[in-house]
């Protein structure tokens, strides 16, 4: 991930349009700061930024940590600023496992519902394929939609 050093002496105007670019081409960007006049350089840099980037969807969020750096043999802490959409989808991991169907009236349903039963328990938004009468089913998929 691109990581964008700002100084108190930065260009908040200047810092948003490289912000804004970084942003549409990877998604998201950090920014580096240390001390208040640069953290404050950064902040209003981040606020023009935003409004670049609004009008394409992009809802900008900012999550700050700490960062222990070295500057020219000195060891010192910075503060860094995770910028990325607020709707940024990461890898979902979704475990798929069998689903017993005993006592299933029809495939498409357990004990007359119109649902999918995971240990007798129906559960909504889940399709079965593979499914026989009284049999078990070989994939349970869960339909993810933002």
């Known amino acids: 991930m691109e990581v964008l050093k700002v100084s108190s002496k930065s260009n908040p105007n200047a810092c948003a349009g490289a912000l804004a670019g970084v ?8 920014v580096q700061v240390v001390g208040a006049g640069a953290l404050n350089q950064a ?8 409004g670049f980037v609004a009008p394409s969807g992009l809802d900008l969020v900012c999550v ?8 020219d043999g000195e060891s010192r802490t910075a503060i860094r600023l995770l910028l990325e959409d ?3 989808r990461s890898p ?10 005993d006592g299933v009236d029809g495939v498409n349903g357990v004990n007359g519902s119109d649902g999918a039963a995971v240990d007798g328990v ?4 889940v399709s079965v394929d593979g ?5 078990t089913a070989s994939t349970v998929g869960r339909e993810l939609l933002g």
């Open 131 to 135: 499914a026989s009468r009284n049999g």
């Open 43 to 50: 902040v209003k840099a981040i606020a023009i930024a935003r």
């Open 122 to 125: 129906p559960v909504d938004g």
């Open 86 to 88: 607020r709707h940024r």
């Open 23 to 30: 942003l549409r081409q990877d998604g998201a960007v950090e």
């Open 92 to 101: 979902i991991t979704v475990e798929l496992r069998s689903v017993s169907l």
């Open 64 to 71: 700050p940590t700490f960062a222990d750096i070295e500057i």
